[in-house]
């Protein structure tokens, strides 16, 4: 299939699922067509919900010919397997964040996607947003001079209090680093290109947590990775960056501040696409608001900018191979945490990533193109 809508299938009716269905739902360059799930009932209530034609197991939903992408949502420790079953099948993949649970199930997939000749794309998609899209313009533009250094930080007491069933956000290939981090790293690489090297510390606050709603409320689970991890980044640029990933804190911050020659950035929550952006000049006693302007749709615009670049033939921005850099970035992170010791980047022997061009002026997800 050469032009018209891009079909779609989602593989996961989980938790994300809901606000994947209802923003792919609304665009007219994509369909729709098929949702597959563990739990085949769960599956059928999402599409019965979402009016979509099929739903079943993975399988089901592969052999779908219409469907060219898939949309995977599965947990962490499932995304290289379904990546490749839908690989082996001859789609195209997008996949919910962490690209895999470890780099080398990554460059597996990778390896796959490349003998096959097909895209792979990775969330988070929210750097395509009007939040992100507005700071990157900023910069760009040279409101606050030539970038020097970065803080970001994400702080909370975790997603038990509100997620049903959250033990997996404890298991590898979770925690505040991986399951938040990408939010973070990947409007950073955004904003400045790749990093190059990372130092970093981290631990446990609890080894044991509960269930705070739903019906497993109360049911104890273990924490199997670090939920407080601070970092310092350095990029290929020269640029410096700290960061804070914690499931560990009463004070709860979601920020990222940008130092300039010129002046500072506060940038939107990079886990939204929308949010304010201010600028404080140097010598000037206030903050002032600038425009955001840009798509706030929700998750699921990286799903519709791959297949516009899927029927024209150009990179999408939302690639696996940013998606795979930040997963990268994470395990060196983590690393460098257990081990006391700076982890680099860029002698790994992979080409240089290059940071995703700005959406061009005027994008709309709602505007037909195909």
Do not use: C
Not at 171 to 181: A, K, M, R, T, V
Request: charged share 20%.
């Amino acid at each position: 299939m050469t032009e018209g809508p891009v079909g779609v299938a989602i593989v996961g009716a989980g938790n994300i699922s809901g606000q994947y269905l209802r923003t792919l739902g609304s665009f007219p360059d994509v369909r729709v067509l098929a949702v597959a799930d563990l739990d085949e009932a769960r599956a059928r209530a999402a599409a019965a919900e979402h009016d979509v034609p099929v739903a079943g197991d993975v399988d089901t939903v592969l052999a779908v010919d219409e469907v060219e992408i898939v949309v995977n949502l599965t947990v962490p420790v499932a995304h290289a397997q379904v990546a490749t079953a839908a690989l082996r099948a001859g789609k195209h993949v997008y996949g919910e964040k962490p690209f895999t649970a470890t780099p080398a199930e990554g460059e597996k997939v990778f390896a796959e996607a490349a003998e096959r000749g097909l895209l792979l794309g990775g969330a988070p998609d929210t750097f395509l947003g009007a939040g992100i899209q507005s700071a990157l313009r900023a910069v760009r533009e040279g409101r606050i001079g030539t970038p020097i250094a970065a803080a970001t930080a994400t702080q909370s007491l975790g997603p038990e209090g509100w997620h049903p069933d959250p033990a997996f956000f404890y298991q590898p290939g979770g925690g505040p680093l991986f399951d938040i981090g990408p939010y973070y790293l990947t409007a950073l690489v955004a904003l400045f290109g790749p990093v190059a090297g990372v130092y970093a510390a981290g631990g446990k606050g609890r080894t044991v947590r509960s269930v705070g709603s739903g019906p497993k409320a109360g049911q104890e689970f273990p924490v199997d990775v670090p939920t407080h991890v601070q970092a310092m980044l350095e990029f290929g640029s020269g640029l410096t960056a700290s960061s804070v990933f914690s499931f560990d804190s009463s004070i709860h911050r979601t920020s990222i501040e940008i130092i300039g020659s010129e002046g500072a950035l506060a940038v939107p929550d990079p886990n939204t696409f929308d949010g304010p952006l201010r600028l404080l000049s140097n010598g000037a006693g206030e903050w002032v608001e600038l425009p955001v302007e840009g798509s706030t749709a929700g998750r699921g615009l990286g799903v519709l900018e791959m297949a516009r670049a899927l029927r024209a033939g150009v990179p999408h921005r939302a690639s696996g191979a940013l998606a795979l850099h930040v997963l990268k970035v994470m395990a060196a992170i983590s690393d460098a945490a257990e081990s006391g010791e700076p982890r680099r980047l860029d002698a790994d022997g992979t080409a240089p990533l290059t940071a995703p061009a700005p959406l061009p002026a005027g994008w709309d997800p709602y505007a037909a193109e195909l």
